[in-house]
């Protein structure tokens, strides 16, 4: 199917992301407006309702955390009280509700998703913000979104997991001749493990790296949190993150980093066991 790279549409789409972790709202604000989007940030119902009455969005990105009670009705609500009833297409993602890497059209322009990547998520609102421009992108505007992944023959970034005390680490590679800056981590959300002894909830949220020059290291900082907490060093799940051969591989690190002009480049590096 032939998606849209909005970039080259003269009125980009307006995506209002609803998501009450911050990290993770700044890092789909970073994916999106690589795609050219629009971005309109709330960690709330409020905040959104009086974002969308001024800024009429395109869509609305709703996170099933971000608004824990009757979060359907709620995400209608901001949409109604924009005044666009069902012209505007309303996404769920991280719903509890449904398997992972599911998509489910529950009627009023409504979907519920949860993905298992952020290139899923990414593929929906494409698709949906497409069927919703009902002719007014041009056929010679119809190209394909450039792929998350680098696709060059040598990856920029190159990661090592280290067997370190009191916890594990995450070494980062620049391989490239360039310095990279900014170099950020989307959280990663992990699945529930079967047992009492498994996390509920859990995700880990990786510190930005200011630079990292032409074929340098450096350590990623992370923190794992569980139930909304941060965890001790004990309770520490980035091991679930490394890369063991021959085992699938259920996580991606969707990395990004600005180079030297300025523009946002990606890499996505599968990864966990």
């Known amino acids: 199917?032939?998606?849209?790279?909005?970039?080259?549409?003269?009125?980009?789409?307006?995506?209002?992301?609803?998501?009450?972790?911050?990290e993770t709202r700044a890092g789909i604000d970073t994916l999106l407006k690589a795609n050219g989007y629009r971005v309109a940030l709330a960690s709330a119902e409020r905040e959104a309702i009086n974002i969308a009455?001024?800024?009429?969005?395109?869509?609305?990105?709703?996170?099933?955390?971000?608004?824990?009670?009757?979060?359907?009705?709620?995400?209608?609500r901001v949409r109604k009280e924009a005044g666009a009833d069902d012209e505007i297409p309303v996404v769920v993602f991280c719903a509890q509700d449904i398997s992972e890497g599911e998509e489910v059209a529950i009627g009023g322009n409504v979907y519920l998703t949860n993905p298992d990547n952020f290139n899923q998520l990414r593929s929906l609102i494409a698709r949906l913000l497409l069927e919703a421009a009902h002719g007014e992108i041009t056929d010679g505007e119809e190209q394909t979104l450039e792929n998350m992944t680098n696709n060059s023959s040598r990856a920029p970034l190159v990661i090592r997991f280290m067997e370190t005390k009191p916890r594990m680490l995450m070494e980062i590679t620049n391989t490239t001749a360039n310095t990279l800056k900014s170099v950020?981590?989307?959280?990663?959300?992990?699945?529930?493990?079967?047992?009492?002894?498994?996390?509920?909830?859990?995700?880990?949220?990786?510190d930005t790296i200011k630079s990292v020059k032409p074929n340098e290291k450096a350590v990623v900082s992370h923190r794992t949190w569980i139930n909304?907490?941060?965890?001790?060093?004990?309770?520490?799940?980035?091991?679930?993150?490394?890369?063991?051969?021959?085992?699938?591989?259920?996580?991606?690190l969707d990395i990004s980093?600005?180079?030297?002009?300025?523009?946002?480049?990606?890499?996505?590096?599968?990864v966990g066991h």
């Open 1 to 22: 199917m032939k998606v849209v790279d909005f970039r080259k549409v003269k009125k980009r789409p307006l995506i209002l992301v609803v998501e009450n972790v911050y």
């Open 53 to 76: 009455r001024l800024e009429r969005p395109n869509l609305i990105l709703v996170s099933g955390s971000a608004l824990p009670d009757n979060v359907l009705v709620k995400a209608r």
């Open 257 to 270: 980093w600005e180079d030297l002009d300025g523009k946002t480049q990606f890499q996505r590096i599968p």
């Open 228 to 252: 909304g907490r941060p965890v001790s060093d004990a309770q520490d799940q980035i091991s679930r993150l490394e890369i063991i051969a021959g085992a699938v591989k259920p996580y991606v």
């Open 184 to 206: 950020e981590i989307l959280t990663v959300f992990l699945k529930d493990e079967e047992g009492e002894a498994g996390p509920s909830r859990a995700h880990i949220r990786f």
